[in-house]
Structure formats: structure tokens, C-alpha cells
């Protein structure tokens, strides 16, 4: 259906395209003078008509949803959804929508039956209404854009305002978007913190996201402090990054400073392709390698590993980070200005030395701004710690133990069925709230630095 | 640099300052070298790692591209199936059955025995019979041949991943079921051909069966839908702001806020898909449809970013030769820059939407890792996507999923491959240095 609504919108449009192209055409032909050329003409016709009526269109289709539930819900009769908390009418909701669609299951009270045919002409109700409307608006508009035509009607600027609209209102997707993002995690968390002390959640020691499922369930009351599971992500990072860093460094310095060319040839591609694997990948080659060979080179010194250490879901993300750093290592070195380079060679100094003395410090805030990134992204990272971390919350800082991370939380307590409305899955936003609060400060800071940095070369 | 040094020095040598230098030059030197060294071992670690991670895939992952099959001379009996009980019917048993008079030593009246014998062919090899039988009922009381999968341990077994050397009680097949099995490749009933099921089949508990199908076509789906919806989007809103948008407050604000899109971490998109598409927006889960918007959202400031770089390249000459000749700002940019721009804008989106592909956090918060027996037929039906799929067998137990993940894996690093193979061929092809 809604296939066809949309069908039927862009047929009527290219009806306006063509009628009004061949007005003014005949127009021109009748030896007036145009102010616009007739492809003009029909261009604006055409976007006047689909731009409205296809806005229309995904407003409808939006709103259409949410509304008719409502509807279904304050149209059951008194009484029959009786003390049920909002769970428990998601649940009358669900079984309506799925009598509607013709699975029954058992035999439902008549009410329910009912309700589901309600829902069902509603639905149709509301599919009609949509394909009426919109036939009725956009022949309307045509018919509008078709009357306009003449000698001296400005089509073109009518049809570079549209545009320049369109193009406005395209960049202000990113603006929508970090809206969307701050607004859904901001009103889930609130919904979080009703249900659990903000102090908890910021200072509590113990990470135990169970929710009972009977009111008189022993030790089932759930503990939601983030500590433990931000100290596990703090862990990780830092083994991430005692491999990245130096590795990632002193690659790009080679690279700039001493690689033959063919080298560099062949390393830049190399370390692209490493950039490039999905992180997916570097999970399962952490389970599949990484996390065997470090348990079985620990046995082999005697030393209990456990079997998802933070060292093989660490050292795996700084595999990942090596090309990150060294390219962002190589910009900064290649930006410092080739005076200072050539000035501390003339004085004598070696290559080593021009490097670590004058260029290094010169690239320091270029450097410092990539390792930020880095670590924004290795809070942030989620497959590899999915696959290869743990999923208990213990408050340690041993690497070779098993911690788990604000992500791996996020997915865990968010994959399979979730339903809004218990602090198990809030919490999840909770921590991704923290997520990206942390991240959003780390990235604004580095991207800060970097800009600067720029700015004092350019 | 050390020959510089060495040129300037053969002065007098008088100087204190010179024979500083000359004393310190080996150690000088010395560190140069190490420097050196590190570099190259750094250098030398990515590309180990590079080569362990590409080895150790294809190592386990290019089993799975054979599957052994079994050629079975299948009588139908009617007793087992009659006729008038189809679709249901004994099909296991006149699987076992026809096993039962090809091997030696087997007793058919004893329950264990055949128990046993039952799994040495596929799960699926049931189905399969039955969907033969089902299509043409004639076949009723004949023998047909059959070639189907065998099913994991003894696809393990052919393949030499069980060890026939360890303990009976360790290993997953008994000896009386190994020698079944040598029987059967006496005969001549055993074969290895390609795969195809990896490709052509869906998803499976039995990793004999198991396949790539309906991921395949979720990815597409969901690439597909992101595509429509980023490059558009992307494109109007590099146009607005390189050409048109006036330098104010508003300008940068959006610049700030499209280069933060692009580093916050992917599972938040997840988080926000999954409270605004299908929380308030009441859209379905696991549909590829609301992970091409997901991905859409994250694959746009990448494309905004390639974009502006493609229109930063194009020469002012060109606008000013179309302003001069009298085209609107619009005419100039439409007709004239953004055709010449359009190499690096492919590039760059199909960098994005290679970089989407590999996306898994955000699709797995949405559902589509959910297990799916069918291929999804729209974007809105329930579905996995590649990098999913990856995830979803990587988590499973049976030993045949271990190379199913990493041949997944294989398929899925040859897309990437190739989409940055067609954008390097394109921007090699149509680039022009000005």
C-alpha cells in the first residue's frame, strides 16, 4: 500500500513535469518571450508536488502507528485492562495486533477480538485516507504549479529555492541526529534513575543487573554501579593502547623518516587493509588466536590466565589501533614545516635526532590528539570486546583477569527480546549516556587540539 | 646523515668542540640504528599480525568450503511412508534402513545401533527426501539415489579434524561409527564437492546445513536502503555547505556537529535506533530496513566528508567560466562542478558503505542477529546481516561452526576487498590532476 501511495505521488508529479514543460513550450512557440526555459517550467512543478506531499507522506506513515495503538487502547471497554502496569498493556497491545493479523492463539476473550478488528479497520481506514489525501493535494498542486505558467513567472528561482531548502535541510540531518541520540538516551536514563538512585549508579562498587522475577525472590534485588565496568573498559584501553601507541608510533615514524620507498609502498596499503578489517573479525581472530596462544604461553610459565582475559581483548583492539595512530602520527610529522627539518640536519644533527628532538615535539599536540582519538575509540569499540571480554563485573585491574566493559554491557543486556520498562534494559542507556558523554568530551578535546595544531602551521 | 658529519670534519683538528663531536658520533649512531630497528620491528609486528590474522582465517576457513556428501540407494518403502499419511511418514527410518543393508555388521532390529546410524547422514537429509517424495508420490515403493550432506562429526571426520588416535571416550565418534564410515568410502558412497550450500542455503542449527543465504540478502537490503537514503542526504548537505552556506553561527555548528557524528562509537547509533525507530516509531525489529537507516546515519558524514573534498578539487576556473558565461549559482554547481565531482564522491560512498557493511554493534541492538531459517524477501522482513551472521556462529558451539565462521569471514573480507578495489579503480580512471 504504502508502495502504491508513493507510486501515485511521483506518476501525478511527472503529470505536472509534463504538462507544465509543454505549456510554456507552446507558450514559447506562440513567440513569447520566456523568462525561464520550459524545463523549468516542469521542474517546478514536479518538486513543488513531491517535496510537500511526500513530507506528508512519512509524517503519516510516522505518526499513523503510535496513534491507532492509542486509539485501540482507549477504545476497550471499561475496566478490561483493570490494575495492569504498562508491561502487562504492551502485552494486551501485542496479542491484539497479532489477532489482527490472523494468529490466534487459544481462545481470547471476545473484547480482545474485537479490539483486534477495530485495529484492522483502523489500519485500512488509515491507508485509504493516506492514498485519498494524497491524490487529492498533490493533483491539487499541479493544478496550481500549471496555472502559474507564463512569460514572466520566475520558474527557475522557484526551482533553485526548493533545492537550496532541500540542501538546508539536509545538513541539518547531523543536528537531528545528535538530537535524536541525546534525547533517546537522556529520556530512557531519566526513566532509569526514577527506578534507581543516582548515587547507586555513580558510586555504587557492584554491577549486578538481575531484576527479580518474583516479588519474593532472595538476592534478586540487582546492583547498577558503572564503576567496576568502567574500571574493566579503563583495563582494556590501557592494554589497547601500551600496544598501539609505541608500535603505532614508531611505525610512522619509520615510515616518514627512513623507509626506501618501496617499503612505504607496500606498508601504507598494508596498514589500510589492517584499518579496514571489521572489527567483527579482530573479535573472532581474538577468540580464535589471541586468547589460546596468551593461556597457553601462561601455562606454560605457570601463571592462571582466565579464559576471556582482558590482555587478548586488549592487545586484539591495539592490533586494531595500530593504523590509527601511525596515520594520524605520520599527518602530524608531515606537517611540521620542512625548515625546521632542514635546519636541524644543516647543524648536523642525525636523522634520529632531527626526528625525536625537533620534529617529535613539534608534532606532539598533532600526536596527543590522535592518541585521544584512539582512546575515545577504544571506550567505544563493541565487537571485539563482545567476542573476547568477559561479562562479570569484578573490580580489578589485573589484565589477566576477566573483566568486562560499558559496551559489552550495553550489548548483553539489550540483545533478545527487551521491553522498555525495567531497569535491566534502561540501564543499558544509562551506560551509554556515560559512553558517550565520555567519548563526546575525549573527541571535542582531541579534535580541538588538532584543529589548533593545524591552525599554528598553516 | 652520518656522512654529512663525516664531510665537514677532516679539518684541523683543533677544535674541543670537533672532538666531542667525533667521540660521540659511534654512540650517535648507535642510536640512530636503534631507532631504526624499533621502527622496522614495528613495522614488521603490523605485518605479522596482518599475515597470523589473514593465515589463521583461511587455515580454518577453507574446509568449509567443501561439505562431504553420502550417496545413498534409498528404497522407499511403503510401509514406512504410505501414501496416505503425506507429508508425515518414517523418512528417518528408511534412511537408516537404507544404510543398514549397505554396511556390515549392522543388526536393524537393534534400537541403539540404528539410533546411531540415523546420524551419520544430515538432519536435513530427512527433509530433503521428504520434499522429493512429497513433489512426485509415484516414487512410493521405488529406489532412487540420493546424495546428501553427512553431518557434522562425520564432515569433521573426513576432513581429518578428528584425530582417529585419541581415546574412544574422548572423541566424538565411536570406533564401530569410524568404521562405518571407512566402509562407506570403501565404497566409494563418499564425496567432497564445493560448498554451494554456504551460499545457497539459509541459516542452520545443523552447521552441515548451515548458510550464508539470508545474510547475504539482509546485507544487501540494508546497504541498499542506506545508500538511498546517505547519498542523497550526504551530497545535498556537502553541496549546502561548501557552495551555499553563509559563514555564521550556524554553519559551524552543523560542521561541528557532522565531524562528531563521525567519531561517536557505533553502538550509540544502536542505542539510538533502537529508542527512536522501533521504540517510538513502532518499526519493525530485525529488519533490514531500519538497519540501512541506522547504518545511513553513520555512513553520511563520511560521504559529507568525500564530498567536500571532491568539490574542494574542483578548479575555480570552472566556476567562474560558467558564472561568466551566465549561469545561476545553482546552474554552476549542478551543471558544472558536481559532474566533475563525482569520481571522488563515488569513492568516497563506496568506502562508507564498505565500511557500513562490516558494522555489527548497531545491528545486533536492533535484532538482527535473531536466528532465521528463511531468506527475508523484503526489507522489512526479519533478517541477519553478514557481520551478524559472523557473530551468531562465532557464538555457537558445534565444532563444523568454527570454519563456517571463518569462510564467512572469507566472503565477507571479499566484498570489502572488492568494493575498495571498484574505488580505487574508479578514482584511478577518472581522476584529473587540474
Known amino acids: 500500500m504504502t508502495t502504491i501511495v508513493f507510486v501515485t505521488l511521483f506518476c501525478i508529479s511527472v503529470l505536472g513535469y509534463v504538462l507544465n514543460r509543454q505549456a510554456a513550450t507552446k507558450l514559447r512557440a506562440d513567440g513569447t518571450r520566456l523568462h525561464s526555459v520550459p524545463g523549468y517550467h516542469g521542474l517546478y512543478s514536479l518538486l513543488s508536488t513531491l517535496v510537500p506531499v511526500a513530507v506528508l507522506i512519512v509524517l503519516w506513515l510516522i505518526f499513523q502507528g503510535p496513534l491507532i495503538d492509542r486509539f485501540t487502547m ?28 490472523g494468529r490466534i492463539f487459544g481462545d481470547p476473550e471476545a473484547w480482545k477480538v474485537d479490539a483486534a478488528d477495530r485495529y484492522a479497520w483502523m489500519h485500512a481506514i488509515s491507508r485509504w485516507m493516506l492514498l485519498g489525501i494524497v491524490i487529492v493535494a498533490s493533483l491539487g498542486i499541479v493544478g496550481f504549479a500549471r496555472s502559474r505558467v507564463a512569460a514572466n513567472f520566475r520558474a ?50 557492584n554491577w549486578e543487573p538481575q531484576i527479580p522475577l518474583r516479588e519474593d525472590q532472595i538476592a534478586a534485588e540487582g546492583a547498577f554501579g558503572w564503576i567496576p565496568v568502567f574500571l574493566g573498559t579503563l583495563v582494556i584501553t590501557v592494554v589497547a593502547l601500551f600496544l598501539a601507541v609505541p608500535v603505532g608510533l614508531l611505525s610512522a615514524i619509520y615510515l616518514n623518516e627512513f623507509a626506501p620507498s618501496r617499503l612505504r609502498a607496500v606498508a601504507k596499503p598494508v596498514l589500510e587493509i589492517l584499518a579496514g578489517v571489521p572489527t567483527v573479525v579482530y573479535g573472532f581472530f581474538a577468540i580464535l588466536v589471541v586468547a589460546p596462544a596468551i593461556r597457553s604461553f601462561g601455562a ?55 626526528v625525536l628532538n625537533v620534529l617529535f615535539p613539534a608534532a606532539i599536540p598533532g600526536i596527543v590528539g590522535g592518541i585521544l582519538l584512539a582512546i575515545s575509540r577504544a571506550i567505544g569499540e563493541t565487537m571485539i570486546v563482545v567476542m573476547a571480554a568477559g561479562l562479570i563485573a569484578s573490580l580489578t585491574i589485573n589484565p589477566l583477569d576477566s573483566v568486562t566493559t560499558v559496551t559489552v554491557q550495553i550489548v548483553t543486556l539489550l540483545i533478545g527480546d527487551t521491553s522498555f520498562d525495567n531497569p535491566k534494559t534502561l540501564a543499558a542507556f544509562a551506560l551509554g549516556m556515560m559512553l558517550f558523554i565520555v567519548t563526546l568530551i575525549i573527541n571535542v578535546f582531541a579534535l580541538r587540539i588538532v584543529r589548533k595544531y593545524r591552525e599554528a602551521y598553516d | 646523515m652520518a656522512d654529512v658529519t663525516a664531510a665537514t670534519d677532516p679539518g684541523p683538528k683543533t677544535g674541543s668542540t670537533a672532538d666531542a663531536v667525533r667521540a660521540s658520533l659511534a654512540r650517535r649512531n648507535r642510536k640512530q640504528k636503534i631507532l631504526q630497528v624499533l621502527g622496522l620491528g614495528a613495522i614488521s609486528f603490523a605485518f605479522l599480525m596482518l599475515f597470523i590474522l589473514i593465515a589463521s582465517l ?12 553420502i550417496t545413498l540407494e534409498v528404497f522407499i518403502d511403503p510401509e514406512e511412508v504410505p501414501l496416505e499419511r503425506l507429508p508425515r511418514g518414517g523418512f528417518d527410518d528408511v534412511l537408516e534402513a537404507s544404510l543398514a543393508s549397505v554396511l556390515k555388521d549392522v543388526d536393524p532390529d537393534d534400537r541403539a545401533t540404528m539410533r546411531a546410524l540415523g546420524g551419520l547422514p544430515s538432519n536435513g537429509a530427512q527433509f530433503r527426501l521428504r520434499d522429493r517424495v512429497v513433489e512426485d508420490p509415484d516414487l512410493i515403493g521405488q529406489t532412487i539415489t540420493m546424495t546428501v550432506p553427512v553431518s557434522d562429526p562425520y564432515d569433521q571426520l573426513n576432513k581429518g579434524l578428528i584425530d582417529r588416535r585419541t581415546p574412544e571416550e574422548n572423541r566424538r565418534l565411536k570406533d564401530f561409527e569410524i568404521a562405518w564410515f571407512d566402509q562407506l568410502v570403501a565404497m566409494e558412497a563418499i564425496s567432497k564437492p564445493l560448498n554451494t550450500g554456504l551460499i545457497s542455503n539459509p541459516d542452520s542449527r545443523f552447521p552441515e546445513l548451515a548458510g550464508l543465504k539470508g545474510a547475504l540478502i539482509g546485507s544487501f537490503w540494508a546497504l541498499f536502503v542506506c545508500f538511498v537514503i546517505s547519498f542523497p542526504l550526504g551530497i545535498g548537505a556537502a553541496i549546502y555547505l561548501e557552495e551555499f552556506a553563509p559563514k555564521n553561527k550556524f554553519s559551524d555548528f552543523v560542521e561541528v556537529n557532522i565531524n562528531n557524528l563521525a567519531a561517536v562509537p557505533s553502538v550509540v547509533f544502536g542505542l539510538l535506533a533502537l529508542a527512536v525507530f522501533i521504540g517510538w516509531f513502532g518499526l519493525p525489529r530485525s529488519a533490514p530496513f531500519v538497519g540501512g ?121 571479499g566484498f570489502l576487498i572488492t568494493m575498495n578495489a571498484v574505488s580505487i579503480y574508479l578514482r584511478n580512471k577518472f581522476e584529473r590532476n587540474w
Open chain 1, 74 to 101: 482507549s477504545g476497550l471497554p471499561a475496566g478490561s485492562l483493570g490494575e495492569l502496569d504498562a508491561g502487562g498493556r504492551q502485552l494486551v497491545l501485542a496479542e491484539i495486533k497479532s489477532i489482527s493479523r
Open chain 2, 293 to 413: 537507516m541506522t547504518l545511513a546515519l553513520m555512513t553520511m558524514p563520511t560521504i559529507i566528508i568525500a564530498t567536500r573534498a571532491a568539490l574542494k578539487a574542483v578548479p575555480p576556473s570552472i566556476r567562474e567560466a560558467a558564472l561568466g558565461v551566465g549561469a545561476s549559482k545553482h546552474q554552476v554547481v549542478f551543471g558544472h562542478v558536481l559532474p566533475l565531482a563525482m569520481p571522488g564522491i563515488l569513492t568516497g560512498t563506496i568506502i562508507g558503505l564498505a565500511q557500513a557493511l562490516g558494522e555489527t554493534a548497531p545491528l545486533l541492538l536492533i535484532g538482527m542477529n535473531a536466528f532465521i531459517t528463511s531468506a527475508p524477501s523484503g526489507p522489512f522482513d526479519s533478517a541477519t546481516a553478514l557481520p551478524t551472521q559472523i557473530f551468531i556462529w562465532a557464538d555457537s558451539p558445534e565444532r563444523g561452526f568454527v570454519s563456517r565462521t571463518s569462510a564467512a569471514i572469507l566472503v565477507l573480507l
Open chain 1, 156 to 205: 527557475r528561482h522557484g526551482v533553485e529555492h526548493i533545492t537550496s531548502g532541500l540542501m538546508l535541510f539536509c545538513s541539518t540531518i547531523a543536528i537531528f541526529t545528535t538530537l535524536g541520540i541525546i534525547a533517546a538516551l537522556l529520556f530512557e536514563s531519566i526513566r532509569f534513575f526514577e527506578r534507581v538512585p543516582i548515587t547507586e549508579f555513580f558510586f555504587g562498587l
Open chain 1, 300 to 354: 606454560s610459565l605457570g601463571i592462571p590466565v582466565s579464559p576471556n582475559t582482558a590482555l587478548a581483548a586488549g592487545s586484539v583492539m591495539g592490533i586494531m589501533l595500530i593504523p590509527f595512530i601511525s596515520s594520524f602520527t605520520d599527518d602530524a610529522l608531515s606537517a611540521v614545516p620542512k625548515s625546521l627539518r632542514d635546519g636541524a640536519l644543516a647543524l648536523g644533527a642525525t636523522r634520529a635526532e632531527t
Open chain 2, 58 to 69: 583461511v587455515s580454518s576457513g577453507y574446509q568449509a568450503f567443501t561439505q562431504t556428501h
